[in-house]
């Protein structure tokens, strides 16, 4: 079955760096798009990152385009996403999430909590 | 900026029928916006209902389906159980690999 495990949460200050990661498993890795998407403390869901299954083409939402970065390497399984110049309001649960090939997500991570504060 | 949104609220009857909607503030939906719903209870990480219009995810219910109203995506749930009760996100394709999620709606089930 598709296993989605988010890691690399947790405190940082304002101006900060994190990487998380989303160990990935149960489905041909290298084959799926793959998503982040956030959502910040009793707020709705915000795509914030897509990359392609190959990692040829990488888009962001213009929130974090600039500061946030995916990433993947399809020989680890393994997708990223570097955060620089951490803000307040980023602070929230990132999700990694599954791409179903067919135009739409399809399977998702239960989550790391991103906290930035001084 | 073009908001996707949704009723904030809705209610359903236990064992009735209800229809959500997903539309744009500038413009119509329409297939080629690939409309996606999402379900989620409170604490839990989302789960994806349906995709792409109306191409059910691994393992929902076909009390669940999705379509395109007029001029807006729709999901209808038939038969509503108590454990339907959640919140359900539309996301829709803007192109140029952008998708936007709406505000989410909370459904009751009383």
């Known amino acids: 079955q598709v296993q989605l495990v988010e890691s690399g949460g947790g405190v940082v200050q304002p101006g900060g760096s994190l990487r998380l990661s989303c160990a990935a498993s149960g489905f041909t890795f290298n084959s799926y798009g793959m998503n982040w998407v956030r959502q910040a403390p009793g707020k709705g869901l915000e795509w914030v990152a897509f990359?392609?299954?190959?990692?040829?083409?990488?888009y962001h939402a213009d929130s974090v385009k600039g500061r946030f970065t995916i990433s993947r390497d399809n020989s680890k399984n393994t997708l990223y996403l570097q955060m620089n110049s951490l803000r307040a309001e980023d602070t929230a649960v990132y999700y990694c999430a599954k791409d179903s090939n067919n135009y739409g997500i399809d399977y998702w991570g239960q989550g790391t909590l991103v906290t930035v504060s001084s | 900026q073009t908001v996707v949104t949704q009723e904030p609220s809705f209610s359903v009857s236990p064992g009735g029928t209800v229809t959500l909607t997903c539309g744009l503030s500038s413009g119509s939906v329409s297939a080629s916006h690939y409309p996606s719903w999402h379900q989620q209870t409170p604490g839990q990480a989302p789960r994806t209902l349906i995709y792409s219009t109306s191409t059910r995810s691994s393992g929902v219910p076909d009390r669940f389906s999705g379509s395109i109203l007029g001029n807006k995506a729709a999901l209808t749930i038939a038969g509503a159980q108590a454990d339907d009760e959640s919140d359900y996100y539309c996301?829709?394709?803007?192109?140029?690999?952008?998708?936007?999620f709406g505000g989410g709606t909370k459904l009751t089930v009383l």
């Open positions: 996301e829709l394709f803007m192109g140029s690999g952008i998708w936007v």
């Open positions: 990359t392609r299954y190959d990692g040829s083409s990488k």
